[in-house]
């Protein structure tokens, strides 16, 4: 399984390499077929053991079949996420479209940056996540926001320079096909919130109790934010400087670190709670470790500890590592 496991995630990666995508019915069709001989091979090959010849023709076939499956995967995704970028006729074009504020807005010294989601009839071309920026945007716009806006939208782009932020390979990765600006907006009938949305308009209701706490003039008020929900947004260029020239850009950014103290802190409170009943066991008829072995209530809270502070955090790809890897731990 592991072998299995590292040829899939190889395949994935020798796509990342190529210069250009070969075409997906290419690779999914080669993809197809490497399966249907997998599941070909083992009736051929009787039950052979494990060191027969037949075991290992499987063992090769598997692995290759693995290989490119993983190749195939990644180039149909590549291919659905590059269509989902704006077409050229769409370009410069005054459109008027409606749908939901559905990420985290952030201030960028000119108005807000946030996701927008269209929603209703899109005419083909037309991504269904943009990044629109909005100069004269209120200051308490929450995500779940439903706008009929009027905006005008451009294909991704970035600089390409080596070892530099990456700002078209990171909309690629979130599934924004273009970028815009908002000419005007209006707010429009309301739509049954998405969880994601939900939480999304979590973080932001969170993000201005903070600021709302802290004096307007607090130096450390982006940095506390960020470290409580992943937003870091709030947060100077000098300060980053800092943290850059002192090592710690790191510590700023919620990561596996930081999810995992969480979880473990809050795992051992709550085996040291289940195991005295949480103080009330002379009044049960079952002492709560009777119910449940304190090791496996510890593991379920450190898992869901991870999950809300993973979630809390935005998600991002360490977040998501971590509480995968906490719930391994919990399993084992």
Not at 223 to 241: F, N, P, Y
Not at 300 to 313: E, N, P, R
Request: aromatic share 6%.
């Amino acid at each position: 399984m592991r072998l299995t496991l590292c040829a899939f995630v190889a395949g994935c990666w020798l796509v990342q390499q190529l210069p250009a995508l070969p075409p997906a019915s290419i690779a999914v069709t080669a993809g197809l077929a490497a399966l249907v001989v997998v599941l070909a091979l083992p009736p051929l090959a009787g039950r052979p053991g494990p060191s027969s010849i037949g075991f290992h023709v499987r063992l090769l076939a598997t692995v290759l079949a693995a290989l490119i499956v993983g190749a195939a995967w990644s180039v149909w995704r590549a291919e659905r996420r590059l269509a989902e970028r704006l077409a050229a006729q769409f370009e410069g074009v005054t459109l008027s479209l409606t749908g939901v504020v559905s990420g985290l807005p952030t201030g960028n010294g000119e108005g807000l940056r946030f996701a927008f989601t269209v929603d209703g009839d899109r005419p083909a071309g037309l991504p269904p996540l943009l990044s629109l920026g909005w100069q004269q945007a209120p200051p308490d716009l929450l995500p779940g926001t439903r706008l009929a806006v009027t905006a005008r939208l451009k294909r991704p782009h970035g600089l390409a320079n080596p070892h530099g932020f990456d700002y078209e390979y990171w909309l690629l990765q979130r599934g924004i096909g273009a970028t815009g600006y908002v000419l005007a907006a209006r707010a429009a009938a309301p739509v049954a919130l998405r969880p994601a949305w939900r939480i999304a308009r979590w973080r932001a209701q969170i993000r201005s109790r903070m600021l709302a706490a802290m004096p307007a003039e607090a130096p450390l008020a982006g940095v506390l934010v960020a470290l409580a929900i992943g937003d870091q947004s709030g947060i100077a260029a000098e300060q980053w400087r800092w943290f850059t020239r002192t090592g710690i850009g790191h510590l700023v950014s919620i990561s596996g670190l930081h999810i995992t103290m969480i979880s473990g802190l809050a795992g051992a409170l709550a085996r040291a709670l289940w195991r005295r009943s949480f103080g009330v066991g002379r009044w049960l008829r079952r002492p709560l470790p009777l119910r449940c072995p304190a090791q496996r209530a510890a593991a379920l809270v450190a898992v869901a500890m991870a999950l809300g502070y993973g979630l809390l955090s935005g998600m991002e790809v360490p977040a998501q590592r971590t509480v995968a890897m906490v719930s391994v731990a919990a399993l084992a």
